[in-house]
Structures are given as C-alpha cells and as structure tokens.
C-alpha cells in the first residue's frame, strides 16, 4: 500500500491550497483518513480527520479555514485550506487506516509529506 500526497507549495497569507492524498495497494477498505502537520522544532500535529462514514473532527486552530472531504471510490483524500495564515506553514504528511487481503490485517499508513509554506 501506498499514499501519495501532493498539492503543497508556497501561497501568500490569506489565499487557498488543497492537498490530495491518494492510496493505492492491495486496499480492501479505508477506515479513517487524517492529515497531520509538522513544522520545524515542533511536535507532529493532527490537522483534520474523517471517518469512512464521513464524520470528521478539525484542531481547533484550522476550523472554520479547513475543510477535509473523501472520495471512497478512489481511495483519496483532499484538505482544502483557506484564508492561509504563516503559522500554518509546515511539512504536510496524510495518514490512513487501511485494512489489506491476504491475510486480512489493519496498519497505519503515512505519505510523504508534502510542505505548505505561507509568507508574503
């Protein structure tokens, strides 16, 4: 199995990105999707998540900016960022819960990451 994430880059302060995140592999089912964030000399941090149901939960420093959605049918998942501020500015990494066959098992799956920068 693996995650490809793409869509980051440098956007001034205030304007919009959207990331994309897509699995492919031996993938029999996707539980919950997330995006996590990592900027220099500080901890890893969950952005936004969403369940296969489509319920999704947001840090409390992106809602109302960020929105996460899926598309089960292609396995992907997208963040669309608004209203971008600089501390926003991080290495982007998508996170899966994926359940593969044979055998059927359940592991986390990490992308490579892929950095949002927001500066003037």
């Known amino acids: 199995v693996q995650l490809q994430a793409y869509g980051g880059g440098l956007v001034q302060p205030g304007g919009s990105l959207r990331l994309s995140c897509a699995a492919s592999?031996?993938?029999?089912?996707?539980?919950?999707m997330g995006w996590y964030r990592q900027a220099p000399g500080k901890q890893r941090e969950l952005v936004a998540a969403i369940t296969s149901a489509g319920s999704t939960n947001y840090a409390d420093s992106v809602k109302g900016r960020f929105t996460i959605t899926r598309d089960n049918a292609k396995n992907t998942m997208y963040l669309q960022m608004n209203s971008l501020k600089p501390d926003d500015t991080a290495v982007y990494y998508c996170n899966s819960r994926i359940t593969t066959m044979p055998p059927p098992r359940i592991d986390d799956y990490w992308g490579q990451g892929t950095q949002v920068t927001v500066s003037s």
């Open positions: 592999g031996k993938i029999v089912s996707i539980n919950v």
